[in-house]
């Protein structure tokens, strides 16, 4: 039997890659792409990527034929969003089966019910659950009861239904059939090349280096992280899917040298490939070399362009100066460290503390060999002192300074699936926030943020961060894109008079002055002379 027709919608995030990375949505894609492969017609909904408003997009999307299933991808982040393109589907759309998915649905699946229109919930990776339904749909059979779903008992209970991960060849063969040539990277590097602003960069190799930094293409080569940081749900995403603790698999060297090689053929004008795996290289990695040689060997034949570029997440404690020579020769100009925080005290609280001797002796080996590090940290943990946050920024500063990137955060984030965002001890000190359903009555209150419990330290983020919330207003209507390197020095700035205030020296004011207003377009360029901070 033909059929049946299968809708995918992305996560939504309206305000542009604040929630999302903007670039079509990798899973949703590849399970198009598995369904497809199996002789289902599957199609994939952007809201991100459209070129008229989403509700009418979508409306357009879900009238244009009758759908037997519509799954809607669900982060936590972008949950209110999701949910309202959710309702939207089932009132144009009242008789196909409507699925969550995702990893706020995995984790929270009575809570997909209790706020949404859903018929089933996915725990953990949707292949086999997807084509499981597929095969019942056309066979008329009965659709309860498959694992890797979430349903409602007859007593209105939720029931789950628990699911094994993916093999590695499973998990192979579902990252070789995802379709790269149908997404659309063309039109969300045209939309990336318009907020950069990439015609007025005043030079040529300016104008390069944000074109490498926009024409990307994403690729996951594993299926999850097994670190276990203490702020982090991703370990335990396929744990929750399965009851227990799921295997690890990923590409060979060899398989992840192919998808490049599809990549290239699919979108020639890529300049970088972007390994969006959670953790690219391990402590005990057999594949970062091997991997290396091979791109080396395919840029020289002519099977990958000499010119293409890598950019990896990784821990810092998995790099050597081997491994960091032999990925600078590759092609990586930017590796991704999670080094979360500077204090060892506050790294032991994320669980991350055998990576602090490591942190130093890499990214100077790295910044040596012309990688630029990207560090993403966050400020202050729930236990922090007032001495570990003034040592991150002191530290975030400096490297700054020596030319990495940073991101700073201010706080932990209570991701669903997180140790800490079950932590009872945690709860007084968790900021809900109100958050809504447009086009419904439907409200409830989402956990946003994990305050520091010393109660100088909580004040003292909180006013950092409504000078920097004042700094960014004004800022981002001159400039129209705040890189990460702005960002962070906006957050320095901010927070210098709250740290010298409490007997905590970060840096010379005026000096960060300088280079704010040295890379500040237009009329920002005055607020770094004033200062939001010192108003």
Same mark, same amino acid.
């Given at each position: ?318 790099? +050597?100066?081997?491994? &960091?020579?032999?990925?600078? %020769?590759?092609?990586? /100009?930017? @590796? #991704?460290? *999670?080094? !979360? ?43 922090? +002192?007032?001495?570990? &946050?003034?040592?991150?920024? %002191?530290?975030?500063? /400096?490297? @700054? #300074?020596? *030319?990495? !990137? ?130």
């Amino acid at each position: 039997m033909p059929g049946p027709n299968v809708l995918l919608i992305g996560p939504y995030d309206p305000h542009c890659g604040e929630y999302t990375f903007l670039a079509p949505p990798l899973g949703v894609w590849r399970l198009a792409g598995v369904l497809e492969a199996a002789g289902v017609t599957a199609r994939v909904f952007d809201p991100n990527c459209c070129a008229e408003p989403v509700q009418r997009a979508l409306e357009r999307e879900l009238l244009r034929c009758p759908w037997d299933v519509i799954g809607v991808s669900t982060t936590g982040m972008t949950l209110r969003f999701d949910l309202e393109l959710a309702h939207l589907a089932r009132r144009l759309s009242p008789r196909a089966l409507l699925i969550a998915g995702g990893m706020e649905a995995t984790f929270k699946p009575e809570l997909m019910f209790r706020l949404g229109p859903f018929d089933r919930v996915v725990l953990g990776e949707g292949e086999r659950p997807l084509l499981e339904l597929a095969t019942r749909l056309r066979s008329g059979a009965a659709l309860g009861g498959i694992s890797g779903t979430a349903e409602r008992g007859a007593d209105g209970q939720c029931l789950r239904l628990p699911q094994r991960a993916l093999e590695r060849e499973e998990l192979r063969d579902a990252i070789f059939s995802t379709p790269y040539a149908r997404m659309p990277y063309a039109a969300y590097w045209e939309r990336l090349e318009k907020a950069y602003r990439v015609g007025a960069l005043p030079t040529k190799a300016a104008r390069e280096a944000r074109l490498a930094e926009i024409r990307s293409v994403r690729l996951i080569t594993l299926n999850y992280c097994p670190m276990g940081c203490s702020f982090c749900s991703s370990t335990n995403f396929l744990h929750e899917a399965q009851g227990s603790v799921a295997g690890i698999a990923r590409l060979d060297a060899d398989e992840c040298v192919q998808m490049l090689e599809r990549i290239v053929a699919a979108h020639p004008g890529v300049r970088t490939v972007i390994f969006q795996d959670d953790i690219f290289v391990f402590t005990q990695d057999r594949r970062v070399l091997p991997l290396c040689e091979r791109i080396v060997a395919a840029k020289e034949s002519g099977a990958l362009p000499r010119s293409l570029q890598f950019i990896s997440t990784n821990r810092v404690d998995a790099m +050597t100066p081997e491994r &960091l020579t032999a990925m600078r %020769r590759a092609g990586f /100009r930017v @590796l #991704g460290f *999670g080094i !979360e925080n500077f204090s060892r005290r506050v790294l032991r609280e994320f669980n991350k503390g055998r990576i602090y001797d490591h942190i130093e002796p890499m990214l100077g080996t790295a910044c040596r060999l012309g990688i630029t590090p990207f560090l993403d940290l966050i400020l202050t943990s729930p236990r922090a +002192t007032l001495v570990d &946050l003034a040592e991150t920024l %002191r530290q975030a500063y /400096r490297w @700054l #300074g020596r *030319g990495c !990137e940073v991101g700073l955060y201010p706080y932990v984030i209570p991701f669903s699936g997180a140790p800490m965002a079950a932590d009872p001890a945690l709860k007084p000190f968790t900021v809900s926030e109100r958050r809504e359903i447009a086009g419904t009555g439907i409200a409830w209150e989402q956990p946003a943020k994990i305050l520091p419990i010393d109660p100088l330290v909580r004040e003292t983020i909180l006013a950092v961060e409504r000078d920097v919330e004042a700094f960014l207003a004004q800022a981002q209507a001159d400039a129209a894109h705040l890189p990460s390197r702005l960002r962070s020095l906006i957050w320095i700035l901010c927070s210098l008079r709250h740290m010298a205030e409490r007997g905590m020296p970060i840096a010379d004011e005026e000096v960060v002055r300088r280079e704010l207003r040295a890379r500040l377009p237009g009329a920002a360029t005055e607020l770094a002379a004033k200062g939001v901070a010192t108003a």
